[in-house]
T-cell receptor, first 114, second 111 residues
């Protein structure tokens, strides 16, 4: 059973298009995240939702809009795609609590904008 | 299915101790192995290893990869409380760079 699953795994699209990436977790976690991995392998957080409520919104263009219909799902919609949006996007989830949180990651969605 | 297993799952040590974290993997089409340190928000990148036997070092942290035995270790010497974090191992595979993460090792360094 996949704990955190994202679809699609690969996405190739033209500049200017609108696309969505879906994420679902079956771990019963309260918090979900979107990360972007750049070409240098750095993982940068984009958004975090806790029980459907936005709690982290880093400096991300407003062309990116997360949507959380329930606490098990966090989708990422991107409008007017640009070449610089090409990256691997990771969804993750964690259980709220004190101390260090362990994130469970999805396998990533490789987005290529041409 | 690609698998990455980290051990131990959690560890509590005293400041000044040396720790070794383990990561073993079973994957197809290996490209690289990466270590991240995860504190509050975004995991921070530590090392990328592609070749066996070549140690990568950054301050008190070092890591090495064994592609024959399919594992990597991350060493931290003279630990400090600021080293408390979850350490994630991930293996990159395939031509499209898929990343498979281990579950992480939670390290706590006490005074």
């Amino acid at each position: 059973d996949t704990a955190v699953s994202q679809t699609p795994k690969y996405l190739v699209t033209q500049m200017g298009n609108d696309k969505s990436i879906k994420c679902e977790q079956n771990l019963g976690h309260d918090t979900m995240y979107w990360y972007k991995q750049d070409s240098k392998k750095f993982l940068k957080i984009m958004f975090s939702y806790n029980n459907k409520e936005l709690i982290i919104n880093e400096t991300v263009p407003n062309r990116f809009s997360p949507k959380s219909p329930d606490k098990a799902h966090l989708n990422l919609h991107i409008n007017s795609l640009e070449l610089g949006d090409s990256a691997v996007y990771f969804c993750a989830s964690s259980q709220d609590g004190t101390g260090l949180r362990v994130l469970a990651f999805g396998s990533g969605t490789r987005l290529t904008v041409v | 299915e690609d698998k990455v297993v980290q051990s131990p799952l959690s560890l509590v040590v005293h400041e000044g101790d040396t720790v070794t974290l383990n990561c073993s993997y079973e994957v197809t089409n290996f490209r690289s192995l990466l270590w991240y340190k995860q504190e509050k928000k975004a995991p921070t990148f530590l090392f990328m290893l592609t070749s066996s036997g070549i140690e990568k070092k950054s301050g008190r942290l070092s890591s090495i990869l064994d592609k024959k035995e399919l594992f990597s270790i991350l060493n931290i010497t003279a630990t400090q409380t600021g080293d408390s974090a979850v350490y994630l191992c991930a293996v990159e595979t395939g031509t499209a760079s898929k990343l498979t993460f281990g579950t992480g090792t939670r390290l706590q360094v006490t005074l």
